[in-house]
């Protein structure tokens, strides 16, 4: 019952012009149906005066009904020509509608021969007949008004359902498709929808299987470079060496994360987690000084090896791109990691982490593959994980479900 729906303009729009149209009808009836009541009253008139004039052509005859030009009323008074007949309608002191004829007589021009035809039946049929045009424009709207609605629903319906589709297509779900059939606009903005998914769903595809053709082409080199590299005599180059190989090493392998994630072949393991445990050995892992907050001793039933890897993606993400002290709280299926530097870019929260985009001026700080692979690991255990920024900081908030009651 939204106001604001496509479906209630429509009929508002059809209401108004049937209400337009029926009242443009009955003004163009009303007003030839009134002129033919005159008309055949000004005709009535006529033919008594006649007949009031003619028994003056009898002999020794007099016209009926002389009056002075005076006593007539002003307008016909006004109308009043020599030999000449004036017909006026208007109503008397009494605010009875007559028809009036009239019609000098003397040579002085004193008096006139004068008639009057009552028009109250004309004028009574004349109202009943309005108001039967008025009812039956109500009873044609009240017919029209819940077709037009209902039509409305029929476009109405397809509408929403391309909104629907759009909506998957914006949450994931690439292969949606909306009905694109019929030959109206409706039908090409289906037909619109759904071209453009397609072409959305190729090139995330041929992005996807580049990824994983990178990792896998990348992983049998660099086995054989860091095996090499261990060989190499101890010194202030074989560790810059080094170092550079471990992070090639960890880009490869987030590469084949993100490919495993990409393809929907990763699986959840759940057991019950102490949460807390698992935040604080994250820190540990990957080194991040971070301060753990617990509410209680919280346990949620999930997959710790992914929730570490989540947590450890949040954690180093916060470590390169934000600044000390970096919080961890732990509530009832809640973690949040939150640090207090610069926040996340607003282009980033406004269209998610992207693929080797960092958010910093550097490139040196990471390879913008963290946040992709925690939203990606959080997706796979049911979890919700939102960003925002809050006391001038970045915050990440992991939603962890709940198990189903009973």
Same mark, same amino acid.
């Given at each position: 019952?939204?106001?604001?729906?496509?479906?209630?303009?429509?009929?508002?729009?059809?209401?108004?012009?049937?209400?337009?149209?029926?009242? =443009? =009808?009955?003004?163009l009836v009303h007003q030839a149906t009134w002129q033919r009541a005159?008309?055949?009253?000004?005709?009535?008139?006529?033919?008594?005066?006649?007949?009031?004039?003619?028994?003056?052509?009898?002999?020794?005859?007099?016209?009926?009904?002389?009056?002075? =030009?005076?006593?007539?009323?002003?307008?016909?008074?006004?109308?009043?020509?020599?030999?000449?007949?004036a017909i006026w309608y208007g109503v008397d002191h009494r605010n009875e509608p007559w028809m009036w004829a009239a019609q000098p007589y003397g040579s002085d021009g004193r008096e006139a021969v004068s008639v009057q035809i009552s028009m109250i039946s004309e004028v009574f049929s004349q109202q009943a007949f309005d108001r039967d045009m008025v009812k039956a424009a109500l009873l044609a709207l009240a017919g029209v008004v819940p077709l037009s609605v209902l039509a409305a629903e029929l476009a109405n319906r397809?509408?929403?359902?391309?909104?629907?589709?759009?909506?998957?297509?914006?949450d994931g779900d690439l292969a949606a498709r909306t009905d694109a059939s019929g030959r109206d606009e409706i039908a090409e903005i289906g037909a619109g929808l759904n071209s453009m998914a397609a072409s959305l769903q190729r090139r995330l595809l041929a992005e996807q299987r580049f990824t994983a053709d990178v990792a896998h082409d990348l992983r049998t080199p660099l086995m054989g470079l860091v095996t090499v590299v261990e060989l190499l005599e101890e010194g202030e180059v074989t560790d810059l060496v080094r170092d550079r190989v471990r992070v090639l090493r960890s880009l490869v392998e987030d590469l084949l994360e993100v490919s495993r994630l990409d393809a929907g072949a990763e699986v959840a393991e759940r057991v019950r987690v102490p949460l807390a445990e698992v935040a604080a050995e994250s820190a540990a892992r990957v080194g991040v000084e971070a301060r753990v907050l617990a509410s209680g001793d919280p346990v949620a039933e999930t997959d710790p090896r992914r929730l570490d890897r989540i947590l450890a993606n949040l954690l180093l993400n916060a470590h390169r791109h934000g600044a000390p002290p970096v919080e961890i709280a732990v509530r009832d299926h809640v973690i949040e990691v939150r640090d207090r530097g610069q926040g996340f870019p607003p282009e980033l929260l406004a269209g998610g982490p992207e693929r080797f985009r960092t958010g910093a001026?550097?490139?040196?700080?990471?390879?913008?593959?963290?946040?992709?692979?925690?939203?990606?690991?959080a997706e796979v255990i049911g979890a919700e994980l939102t960003l925002a920024n809050a006391d001038g900081g970045a915050v990440a908030v992991l939603r962890l479900p709940r198990p189903p009651a009973g």
């Open positions: 019952m939204n106001p604001a729906s496509l479906r209630w303009k429509i009929a508002a729009l059809v209401t108004l012009a049937c209400t337009v149209v029926a009242v =443009v =009808v009955g003004v005159l008309n055949t009253g000004e005709n009535e008139a006529r033919k008594a005066l006649d007949e009031s004039l003619a028994s003056a052509n009898r002999p020794g005859g007099t016209p009926d009904n002389v009056v002075l =030009v005076e006593e007539l009323p002003d307008a016909l008074a006004a109308r009043l020509q020599p030999g000449g007949q397809r509408l929403r359902r391309m909104a629907r589709t759009a909506r998957r297509i914006a001026a550097e490139r040196g700080r990471g390879h913008g593959l963290g946040l992709t692979i925690a939203l990606g690991q």
